[in-house]
């Protein structure tokens, strides 16, 4: 079975706080990525990442960067978090890039930011 | 940009019953997926079509995709307390061009069953 984690299930930061959540896959995946979810908003791609060290943006990375140094490990950085970060941050990882690779999801972390 | 709409947004249902989700999408669909989520937790990949006319199950749940790749039906068979949770479809839009599978989804739907 794939398995994968995420850091933290709940997180509590400060408006301007520099946060981190890791994300980890054991099945040898090359694809992984990085959602946010809101009410009302559904899942919305935030970056991407095809293999280590690339990485693309998704349809919201303002205020995001990312980091993929391991094939295992995607790290979603708020370099400056704000109120409006507040979410639930789920992520993925796929075998490879092909549509009918499967998408497997983590627990999520619920982030607030105060 | 493709868009994928639910329906309906909510629904309640007596242990026991029927019912039906519906995702309905304004281009093609490639890899429908559908996924289940907990309140407060991850998603849980249920299944992926990928043929027009594919009709998939697993235990009482069956999804299937229409001809044209641009509606899928989730039908869930004398439904149980432990269906309840959120019905997300999620599809690869593939027109932007890339390499790698991104995937939109809808806003789900929420399913609450009553014993």
């Known amino acids: 079975d794939v398995k994968v984690t995420q850091s933290s299930r709940y997180l509590v930061k400060r408006t301007g706080e520099k946060v981190f959540l890791e994300c980890v896959q054991d099945?040898?995946?090359?694809?992984m990525f990085w959602y946010r979810q809101d009410p009302g908003l559904g899942l919305r791609l935030i970056y991407f990442?095809?293999?280590?060290?690339?990485?693309e943006k998704g349809d919201i990375p303002e205020g995001y960067s990312v980091s993929r140094e391991k094939k295992e490990r995607f790290s979603l950085i708020l370099e400056s978090a704000s109120t409006n970060q507040t979410s639930m941050y789920l992520c993925?990882?796929?075998?490879?890039?092909?549509?009918?690779?499967?998408?497997?999801f983590g627990p999520g972390t619920r982030l607030t930011v105060l | 940009s493709q868009e994928l709409e639910q329906s309906p947004q909510s629904l309640i249902v007596q242990e026991g019953k029927n019912l039906t989700i519906n995702c309905t999408s304004s281009?093609?669909?490639?890899?429908l997926y559908w996924y289940k989520q907990k309140y407060g937790e991850g998603l849980i990949f249920l299944m992926m079509?990928?043929?027009?006319?594919e009709e998939k199950s697993h235990e009482k749940i069956t999804a299937k995709l229409d001809e044209k790749k641009q509606q899928s039906s989730l039908h869930i068979t004398a439904s149980q307390p432990s269906h309840a949770g959120i019905y997300l479809c999620?599809?690869?839009?593939?027109?932007?061009?890339?390499?790698?599978?991104?995937?939109?989804f809808g806003t789900g739907t929420l399913l609450a069953v009553q014993p």
């Open positions: 281009k093609t669909l490639y890899g």
């Open positions: 079509l990928q043929k027009g006319g």
């Open positions: 099945m040898d995946h090359e694809n």
């Open positions: 993925a990882s796929s075998l490879q890039g092909r549509w009918t690779d499967t998408q497997y």
């Open positions: 999620g599809a690869d839009p593939r027109d932007y061009g890339g390499a790698t599978n991104k995937l939109i």
């Open positions: 990442s095809y293999d280590v060290k690339m990485k």
